[in-house]
C-alpha cells in the first residue's frame, strides 16, 4: 500500500505564511516529481509548482515568488512554503508524485489539505 499522507493546511489571513508538508510511504523503489496541485471550489484542479529528483522547480506564474518548494529525498517527503498568501489561494492542495513500486511509473495523489486564506 502506498500513501501520500499531507498536513499543514489551516485558516491564515491575507499576507501569512502556511507551510505544508506531503510524505510518501509504503513499497516505493523509485520516486520522480513530486508536486503540489490545488482545486478552489467551482475551478479546476491546477498546479501549482512541481520539483524533480535532481531538484528542478517549476512554478505558477501565480505563486512565483511566493511559494518555495523543496524535498528530501532521503525521506520521500516534499513540503510547500507558502508566503504572503492571498485569498485567491483558498483551495485544496494535493500532493502528487510519479512512483515506481515495481516496473512502471505512476502518479499517486494525496488525500488534500484545505488552505483558506481570509481577506
Known amino acids: 500500500q502506498v500513501q501520500l499522507v499531507e498536513s499543514g493546511g489551516g485558516l491564515v489571513q491575507t499576507g501569512g505564511s502556511l507551510r505544508l508538508s506531503c510524505a510518501a510511504s509504503?513499497?516505493?523503489?523509485?520516486?520522480?516529481?513530486m508536486g503540489w496541485y490545488r482545486q478552489a471550489p467551482g475551478k479546476q484542479r491546477e498546479l501549482v509548482a512541481t520539483?524533480?529528483?535532481?531538484?528542478?522547480?517549476n512554478y505558477a506564474d501565480s505563486v512565483r515568488g511566493r511559494f518555495t518548494i523543496s524535498r528530501d529525498n532521503s525521506k520521500n517527503t516534499v513540503w510547500l512554503q507558502m508566503n504572503s498568501l492571498k485569498p485567491e489561494d483558498t483551495a485544496v492542495y494535493y500532493c502528487?508524485?510519479?512512483?515506481?513500486?515495481?516496473?512502471?511509473?505512476?502518479?499517486?495523489w494525496g488525500q488534500g489539505t484545505q488552505v483558506t486564506v481570509s481577506s
Open positions: 502528487a508524485a510519479n512512483m515506481r513500486l515495481l516496473v512502471n511509473y505512476r502518479n499517486y
Open positions: 509504503g513499497s516505493i523503489s523509485s520516486i520522480n516529481a
Open positions: 520539483i524533480t529528483s535532481g531538484g528542478n522547480t
